[in-house]
């Protein structure tokens, strides 16, 4: 995502220190322009916590239902990309929940894919309403990020033995289901099912959006150094079996081909860090 003539503006924002394991990072942008922005939002496999500030956010989904965010509204995991339209005027800060944290926080990270929920629904209580109109005062955008984090701290619960395994396994060449199954000596669908309850989605899902994603930075390298992709390398690098295969992973996440999205590239969203 880009800025234009500082009409539009777009950041992200690190995670402060010990709440590494919660959120990833905090997106904020700014439609100071007099006309609509609409831009496309990459998967993540997260779910996300959007605040939003102005005339409500748009979000628009692959079969072109449009949804209306007005204060506060959760959405995720995140697994196909969607547009989203920021009328003129309007603000957004955007928390990113890391692996289990979303089940850390509300019980179940399952919820219906790309429909939006009102957190307080979640937790049947009208606190994050409370937490809206708090962050309305503040100016500064490290003072909310601050302030959501001290207000969600009291809700964090504690990670299962299981939670542990799944969100710290990191070895990219041992199934981490069956290495779990065999560690905490239970079956492997057992281990399926707690993958799907706390993370949102299976082992199988996330590797196959890993391997897209190393082919989404592959391609906008070759757009950063304006050269015409090697579709061979990429294949070959990312481990897709042949184009076809490559072509039909870019039109379930993205609904574009790769030649398309090498093309639009600078209207996915990718803020840069504050």
């Known amino acids: 995502m880009r800025n234009n003539d ?5 950041l992200r924002i690190a995670t402060p220190i010990g709440f590494e394991e919660v959120v990833t990072h905090f997106y904020y942008a700014a439609n100071k322009s007099g006309q609509h922005q609409t831009k496309t939002l990459l998967p993540s496999f997260q779910t996300i916590l959007i605040f939003n500030c102005g005339p409500g956010a748009l979000l628009r989904s692959k ?27 309007t603000e957004i800060l955007v928390a990113n929940f890391k692996g289990d944290a979303f089940y850390r926080f509300f019980g179940n990270a399952v ?29 500064s955008q490290q003072e909310k990020v601050n302030y959501i984090l001290d207000f969600c701290k ?11 395994l ?30 799907k309850q706390y993370l949102g989605y299976s082992a199988k899902e996330i590797n196959r959006y890993y ?11 070759f757009a950063i ?3 015409k992709p090697d579709w061979f390398e990429v294949i070959d690098q990312c481990g897709y079996y042949d184009q076809s295969q490559l072509i039909h992973d870019f039109k379930f996440f993205l609904n574009l081909s790769p ?12 803020p840069r860090e504050l």
Not at 111 to 138: G, R, T
Not at 154 to 164: C, G, H, M
Not at 170 to 177: A, K, M
Request: net charge neutral.
């Open 225 to 227: 150094k304006q050269v």
């Open 111 to 139: 919820l219906a894919e790309q429909v939006p929920v009102n957190p307080d629904e979640l937790i049947k209580e009208h606190c994050f309403a409370d937490l809206w109109h708090e962050l309305k005062k503040m100016n």
């Open 259 to 270: 030649a398309r999205f090498m093309k639009f590239q600078q209207d996915i969203c990718c």
């Open 211 to 221: 391997r897209f994603l190393k082919a989404v930075e592959l391609i906008r390298d």
């Open 154 to 164: 009291p809700y964090l619960k504690n990670r299962s033995a299981t939670s542990e």
């Open 63 to 89: 079969q072109n239902t449009e949804i209306k965010v007005n204060q506060c509204m959760i959405l995720g995991p995140i697994k196909n990309a969607f547009d989203y339209t920021l009328p003129a005027g």
């Open 6 to 10: 500082q009409e539009y503006h777009d």
């Open 166 to 195: 799944l969100t710290t396994f990191d070895d990219t060449v041992l199934d981490p289901v069956k290495t779990i199954a065999r560690k905490m000596n239970q079956s492997e669908r057992n281990i399926q099912l707690r993958h």
